[in-house]
T-cell receptor, first 116, second 115 residues
Framework: DTEVTQTPKHLVMGMTNKKSLKCEQH?????MYWYKQKAKKPPELMFV???????INESVPSRFSPECPNSSLLNLHLHALQPEDSALYLC???????????????FGEGSRLTVL | AQSVTQLGSHVSVSEGALVLLRCNYS??????LFWYVQYPNQGLQLLLK??????LVKGINGFEAEFKKSETSFHLTKPSAHMSDAAEYFC?????????????FGTGTRLTIIP
């Protein structure tokens, strides 16, 4: 069982819709991530939150808007998406400090998004 | 800059045979190296990692990898493949100064197990 929970598992939306993806972890991790994964490709980093503050934005289009309401929750708000945004969106969490389990990201099972 | 190259996007082995998945890295400083596994319709799970110390690292499910600085490699092996090993495997690299935030993944290798 994954300790990072993502909802919904599947989402179909039109290009004019507004929807949100949600992620929750209760491991006390203070770094949380959004990755995008296209079919047969590696995950691509989108955003990183560290201590609830946005620390990395990998030049992601503004139609993706992240939010970290508290240390356990991470949202990704979606608006005016394009069909090419269809992908698996993975949430992950980790310790922030390097000497605490470096590189060990805990991933959720992902939210599979289809944009029509 | 840091990167990893996984040779072979698709590897097939017979059940009980040796598994060898190749990963080469490029980094200007000593890297941290990782192998992650992704089962169908699931997220990624850490198999093993090398940070410092012993160059042969053991992970979960019987997998191990050896860091070879002279060859800039971190190949993943398992002596005897099991049907449950069928999955996508990603090699990844980071650097201590970048932290966990800058984990760079390779393009992945899909492992198929032949009964």
């Amino acid at each position: 069982d994954t300790e990072v929970t993502q909802t919904p598992k599947h989402l179909v939306m039109g290009m004019t819709n507004k929807k949100s993806l949600k992620c929750e972890q209760h491991m006390g991790h203070r770094a949380m991530y959004w990755y995008k994964q296209k079919a047969k490709k590696p995950p691509e980093l989108m955003f990183v939150y560290s201590y609830e503050k946005l620390s990395i934005n990998e030049s992601v289009p503004s139609r993706f808007s992240p939010e970290c309401p508290n240390s356990s929750l991470l949202n990704l708000h979606l608006h005016a998406l394009q069909p090419e945004d269809s992908a698996l969106y993975l949430c992950a969490s980790s310790q922030v400090l390097l000497d605490l389990r470096p590189g060990e990201l805990f991933f959720g099972e992902g939210s599979r998004l289809t944009v029509l | 800059a840091q990167s990893v190259t996984q040779l072979g996007s698709h590897v097939s082995v017979s059940e009980g045979a040796l598994v060898l998945l190749r990963c080469n890295y490029s980094s200007s400083v000593p890297p941290y190296l990782f192998w992650y596994v992704q089962y169908p319709n699931q997220g990624l799970q850490l198999l093993l990692k090398y940070t410092t110390g012993a160059t042969l690292v053991k992970g979960i499910n019987g997998f191990e990898a050896e860091f070879k600085k002279s060859e800039t490699s971190f190949h993943l092996t398992k002596p005897s493949a099991h049907m449950s090993d069928a999955a996508e495997y990603f090699c990844a690299v980071s650097h201590p100064s970048f932290g966990n935030e800058k984990l760079t993944f390779g393009t992945g290798t899909r492992l198929t197990i032949i009964p």
